[in-house]
């Protein structure tokens, strides 16, 4: 399915590793996924393997809801969500407001090494609401909102969870 093409339901034998090869291996072989691979989103999840994590439900999502999507801006979209290229965890000032600025800082780079369309930048700019104010507009986009609040907060408590019982195991000896 490419851009233009008509939304239609992704079929269910699909699976997310079949649609992430087919429809993003470009990106997932490029020099700023190199970068995504060494900086960390949540935890000690890369934003890498969290950009997979989120994609892999988004399609999940789509497939479960059977809501007729652009498979391959899906795809792209959710791969590029995150794709900022910095650690924001580095003290340094332009990360302060990280949460805020990241969407649009990933949209700009993804137009320029991969020349997403209008859906995988509705996706990106709008990933983040209602942190940032302007909500998706379109189904793409929602369902990446969605995905990617659901795989944060696990990345999030898995990171929280190995750091107790860090503490926990230090207390013993």
């Given at each position: ?68 999507v652009d498979e ?5 979209g959710a791969l ?31 137009v320029r090494d ?60």
């Amino acid at each position: 399915m490419g851009h233009g093409d008509a939304r239609l339901p992704i079929q269910r034998e699909a699976t997310p590793t079949e649609l992430i090869a087919r429809h993003g291996e470009d990106i997932l072989a490029s020099a700023g996924m190199d970068v995504e691979r060494h900086c960390i989103q949540h935890g000690t999840t890369s934003v890498c393997a969290h950009s997979l994590a989120v994609t892999r439900a988004c399609v999940r999502m789509a497939q479960a809801t059977r809501l007729p999507v652009d498979e391959r801006a899906l795809v792209r979209g959710a791969l590029l969500h995150d794709y900022f290229l910095y650690d924001w965890h580095v003290s340094d000032p332009s990360h302060r407001l990280h949460g805020f600025t990241h969407p649009g800082t990933a949209c700009s780079n993804a137009v320029r090494d991969f020349g997403i369309g209008p859906v995988e930048q509705n996706m990106v700019r709008h990933h983040m609401f209602p942190l940032t104010p302007t909500p998706p507009t379109c189904r793409e986009a929602v369902i990446l909102c969605v995905a990617d609040k659901v795989v944060a907060t696990r990345e999030t408590a898995q990171g929280i969870a190995l750091k107790v019982e860090a503490l926990a195991g230090r207390g013993r000896a």
